[in-house]
């Protein structure tokens, strides 16, 4: 049964920075591309970050391109959303999912078992 454990949210004011975490159990990590998705008040499940198994593919949402980062440890089962310059638009649950799509307006989402509960980041003015 696969578990999926993200960490990290918390309250920043404008311009701070976050760093999420997101373990994962139950499946070969170092096999499994793996995301991050926001959703804010009111507002659908929106894709963040995507990352290959590999490491080799990596893609943003435009709207945190050049802000955010994600990465990995697969020694771990780990990945990472590290986030600077966060903007108050930046508040939103953030979920950590295996397998996501790669192309940021994909309408897929991952079936259900393969989310995390979510960690809440709210980022003040």
């Known amino acids: 049964q696969v578990q999926v454990a993200e960490s990290g949210g918390g309250l920043v004011q404008a311009g701070g920075s976050l760093r999420l975490s997101c373990e994962v159990s139950g499946r070969t990590f170092n096999r499994d591309d793996m995301g991050w998705y926001r959703q804010a008040p009111g507002k659908k499940r929106e894709f963040v970050a995507a990352?290959?198994?590999?490491?080799?593919?990596?893609n943003y949402h435009g709207n945190v391109k050049g802000r955010f980062t994600i990465s990995r440890d697969n020694a771990k089962n780990t990945v990472y959303l590290q986030m600077n310059h966060l903007k108050p638009e930046d508040t939103a649950i953030y979920f950590c999912?295996?397998?996501?799509?790669?192309?940021?307006?994909?309408?897929?989402?991952?079936?259900?078992?393969?989310w995390g509960q979510g960690t809440t980041v709210t980022v003040s003015s």
């Open positions: 999912v295996v397998g996501p799509p790669h192309a940021p307006d994909s309408t897929y989402l991952p079936s259900d078992e393969l």
């Open positions: 990352m290959s198994w590999s490491g080799s593919i990596i």
